[in-house]
């Protein structure tokens, strides 16, 4: 597919072809300072079926765009067939497709990927795109439009500034505003967070607990379970399949410690949960994609004894039948300060940041400002009809 300017556009069919979706990332992102090269193994986990049990509900078509024979650009174009069942009014729905895992070495390159994205997604019967989103919902949606001066945290993506305006200017207009919180942790919490603590730990019906790893299966279940519910009307939301829990579960147990990960319960019924990780890109961030020579026995050394000045909250959640109740407000700051505790004392912990949240979640949004967090990055999600998606 030539799309004029030298620039041709091919679809991934080989495995050269996805060797060259994966390293060109690196090579455009080399000289951010503030881009933390993933590992490539797990890169390609992602891209690959029968690796990531997203593919088994969802069409995806890779594409990389080249210029004089250089690859100089890459995307995703995907349809998830969960998140068409969705409620339009939640964000997904029939007819949305999306595209992600962008890169682009120039506005022009960037413009035909998208138009290439469009026209498939045009051509699998889509007429509305909702981007970027790589590729499910869990994973890194939006883009990064603040926050470019200092490294993402774990599981988090960042982003050549310069993308923004080359999306708006193919007519991409803000379908939603995803925000995370920065949040000093040495020092504790206000007075009020203090006291509606400890109002909690006087109610005997309530009980914060640890995870075990002894039976990780078993909570990482609870949890997984525990935030379809919780999420569950929230904008964007798709739910999560019982292989993609296991999977995640699987995933995440290396970088798991019990004490920061708490789940409560109301009179012994799991109702609300908080995770947090460490952040292990500062583990990663040297290695430049790869665990060899040397890069497998420094990560293997930081997972066992992680001294993490900087934590990251990605999943939080009250169960549904809870949420907007005196109660649901009370667990979440019992859960906050109980793993703020143990990541100050066991892992030098200085910071956390928690998110991404919703911009319209007022009451994560209440909780963020009560315990005295504050904006530090801002993802955006774009949306356009593709009814008569550009050739």
Do not use: C
Not at 299 to 323: A, I, N, T, Y
Not at 345 to 374: C, H, P, S, Y
């Amino acid at each position: 597919m030539v799309a004029g300017q030298d620039i041709v556009i091919q679809p991934v069919s080989t495995k050269a072809q996805t060797k060259q979706f994966i390293e060109i990332a690196y090579k455009l992102n080399a000289g951010d300072p503030h881009w933390v090269p993933p590992l490539r193994s797990e890169v390609a986990k992602l891209i690959t079926p029968g690796k990531n049990p997203f593919f088994e509900h969802a069409r995806v078509q890779f594409f990389i765009a080249l210029r004089q024979g250089q690859v100089v650009g890459r995307i995703s174009a995907h349809i998830d067939e969960l998140a068409l069942e969705q409620p339009p009014e939640q964000g997904m729905g029939p007819g949305t497709g999306n595209w992600g895992l962008m890169e682009a070495s120039d506005e022009a390159v960037m413009h035909a990927l998208i138009r290439a994205a469009e026209v498939w997604l045009k051509d699998q019967g889509m007429t509305r795109v909702l981007a970027p989103i790589s590729m499910s919902v869990w994973e890194e949606p939006g883009i990064l439009t603040q926050g470019h001066d200092h490294s993402p945290m774990i599981m988090m993506g960042h982003h050549n500034a310069d993308y923004q305006g080359w999306i708006e200017n193919l007519g991409y207009s803000v379908a939603k505003r995803l925000v995370t919180y920065h949040l000093p942790v040495e020092d504790g919490f206000p007075e009020l967070v203090k006291r509606i603590v400890a109002s909690g730990e006087r109610n005997k019906r309530l009980h914060i607990r640890r995870v075990d790893k002894k039976y990780f299966d078993r909570d990482a279940a609870i949890i997984m379970n525990l935030l379809n519910d919780a999420w569950s009307s929230n904008w964007g939301f798709v739910p999560m399949t019982d292989h993609e829990i296991e999977h995640a579960g699987k995933s995440l147990k290396p970088i798991v410690h019990e004490d920061l990960i708490r789940i409560a319960e109301l009179e012994g019924e799991p109702v609300a949960f908080m995770m947090t990780l460490p952040d292990m890109n500062e583990a990663i961030r040297t290695m430049n994609g790869s665990l060899w020579p040397f890069g497998w026995a420094k990560l293997l050394w930081w997972l066992k004894f992680p001294k993490s000045h900087s934590m990251r909250v990605p999943l939080m959640g009250v169960k549904k039948e809870l949420q907007n109740s005196r109660l649901a407000s009370q667990m979440v700051f019992m859960l906050i300060e109980y793993i703020r505790r143990d990541a100050k004392l066991n892992f030098g912990t200085k910071r956390a940041e928690i998110g991404w949240i919703l911009e319209d979640n007022q009451g994560m949004v209440a909780i963020a400002e009560a315990i005295e967090a504050t904006i530090n990055r801002e993802y955006l999600i774009y949306e356009k009809a593709i009814t008569t998606a550009n050739p």
